[in-house]
T-cell receptor, first 111, second 115 residues
Framework: AQKVTQAQTEISVVEKEDVTLDCVYE???????LFWYKQPPSGELVFLIR??????QNEISGRYSWNFQKSTSSFNFTITASQVVDSAVYFC????????FGPGTRLSVLP | KAGVTQTPRYLIKTRGQQVTLSCSPI?????VSWYQQTPGQGLQFLFE???????NKGNFPGRFSGRQFSNSRSEMNVSTLELGDSALYLC??????????????FGQGTRLTVV
């Protein structure tokens, strides 16, 4: 069975602080994809990043970066210099035939 | 390029009624998936349609059904509504079906309230 765990239910930071969102996943597939989505109050899920199981190279995209470690089944996501507009619920997801989402982490960035 | 459009945005229904939700995918996308989001259960997969055929189904009762039309638009139907069906229903479109690397683009959802 596939499962995604996000242990942090809620996080509050002050603007300009860096924040890391944790994600741990379980799968028996050898090929899989991991995603981070953001859900602002408007409701739609906004795609942020994607990583496949064969590529453990960590990257930075603007203020976003991620740390994929297959050995610990973790796919953590970092926002650098957070902004108030980053306030949202963030979902980590594992994709096989369909998406399996984690429970989400509510991030509040305070001015 | 227009995004995923879901209608209506908000809906209030009475227990026992049925409801139909609509989703128009991004132009050119042929796969449409539906998800239910509730505070207690989080985001759960309902079903996926590709080329007018249901390709994959989540663990939901038969009261939940869907279909896809030749223009890729999709509808989902919930019959005999229960209070527990109150949720945000999200539709996602992808170019491919089941292609594991393809991100899905989500609509803003339909918030269904059953009273």
């Amino acid at each position: 069975a596939q499962k995604v765990t996000q242990a942090q239910t809620e996080i509050s930071v002050v603007e300009k602080e860096d924040v890391t969102l944790d994600c741990v996943y379980e799968t028996r597939d050898t090929t899989y994809y991991l995603f981070w989505y953001k859900q602002p109050p408007s409701g739609e899920l906004v795609f942020l990043i994607r990583r496949n199981s064969f590529d453990e190279q960590n990257e930075i995209s603007g203020r976003y970066s991620w740390n994929f470690q297959k050995s610990t089944s973790s796919f953590n996501f970092t926002i650098t210099a957070s902004q108030v507009v980053d306030s949202a619920v963030y979902f980590c997801a594992l994709r096989g035939q369909n998406f399996v989402f984690g429970p989400g982490t509510r991030l509040s960035v305070l001015p | 390029k227009a995004g995923v459009t879901q209608t209506p945005r908000y809906l209030i229904k009475t227990r026992g009624q049925q409801v139909t939700l609509s989703c128009s995918p991004i132009s050119g996308h042929r796969s449409v998936s539906w998800y239910q989001q509730t505070p207690g259960q989080g985001l759960q997969f309902l079903f996926e349609y590709f080329s007018e055929t249901q390709r994959n189904k989540g663990n939901f009762p038969g009261r939940f059904s869907g279909r896809q039309f030749s223009n890729s638009r999709s509808e989902m139907n919930v019959s005999t509504l229960e209070l527990g069906d109150s949720a945000l229903y999200l539709c996602a479109s992808s170019f491919f079906q089941g292609a594991r690397g393809t991100e899905a683009f989500f609509g803003q959802g339909t918030r269904l309230t059953v009273v």
